[in-house]
T-cell receptor, first 112, second 115 residues
Framework: GDSVTQMEGPVTLSEEAFLTINCTYT??????LFWYVQYPGEGLQLLLK?????DKGSNKGFEATYRKETTSFHLEKGSVQVSDSAVYFC???????????FGSGTQLTVLP | DTGVSQNPRHKITKRGQNVTFRCDPI?????LYWYRQTLGQGPEFLTY????????KSRLLSDRFSAERPKGSFSTLEIQRTEQGDSAMYLC?????????????FGPGTRLTVT
């Protein structure tokens, strides 16, 4: 079945540091790929998406590129802020149902 | 656009009781999904509707779980004879099949605690 493997956390960085959170997937067919973010006390929010190979999703300074050859969708940001502290989830959807399959999440803490 | 809403936000119940949660999707969205999230894990898919039709329910965790979307608008998720293992966050999401990528928008969730 479909699955998503995410870099384990927690990850702690200083403000303005470079962020990478690794995500790899296994799926039948051609999935769409997503990063969702969950801020403390809030619901899941879509951060960015990519629907086909080599697409780059970007939002709020975050980027991720759909790499079919390595089945990866790593999240990057050049300079993190304290306000980026949250849990980040990588997810995929495929098939007619398009239900999301999530990774286990990566807790990011950014220190001032 | 008021977003996806869920009620109640928190529910504490005693083992063996029945509970029902409500989800109101974004008004023009024809798909509605239910997920469960336990502590430290990503959400796990349970079931989904397209309009009023429940198109996938094999992933519901047991026959104690059921969901409805009678008029293709709001949905309810019921858990009968709750068990302590049912304690989790229950999430609802909606999407529009007319939108490329079928992005799902999540509600704030209902946190269930079974004592």
């Amino acid at each position: 079945g479909d699955s998503v493997t995410q870099m384990e956390g927690p990850v702690t960085l200083s403000e303005e540091a470079f962020l990478t959170i690794n995500c790899t997937y296994t799926a039948t067919g051609y999935p769409s790929l997503f990063w969702y973010v969950q801020y403390p006390g809030e619901g899941l929010q879509l951060l960015l998406k990519a629907t086909k190979a080599d697409d780059k999703g970007s939002n709020k300074g975050f980027e991720a590129t759909y790499r079919k050859e390595t089945t990866s969708f790593h999240l990057e940001k050049g300079s993190v802020q304290v306000s980026d502290s949250a849990v980040y989830f990588c997810a995929l959807s495929t098939g007619s149902a398009r239900q999301l399959t999530f990774g286990s999440g990566t807790q990011l803490t950014v220190l001032p | 656009d008021t977003g996806v809403s869920q009620n109640p936000r928190h529910k504490i119940t005693k083992r063996g009781q029945n509970v029902t949660f409500r989800c109101d999707p974004i008004s023009e969205h024809n798909r509605l999904y239910w997920y469960r999230q336990t502590l430290g894990q990503g959400p796990e898919f349970l079931t989904y509707f397209q309009n009023e039709a429940q198109l996938e329910k094999s992933r519901l965790l047991s026959d104690r779980f059921s969901a409805e979307r009678p008029k293709g608008s709001f949905s309810t998720l019921e858990i009968q004879r709750t068990e302590q293992g049912d304690s989790a966050m229950y999430l609802c999401a909606s999407s529009d099949t007319g939108q490329a990528g079928y992005e799902q928008y999540f509600g704030p969730g209902t946190r269930l605690t079974v004592t």
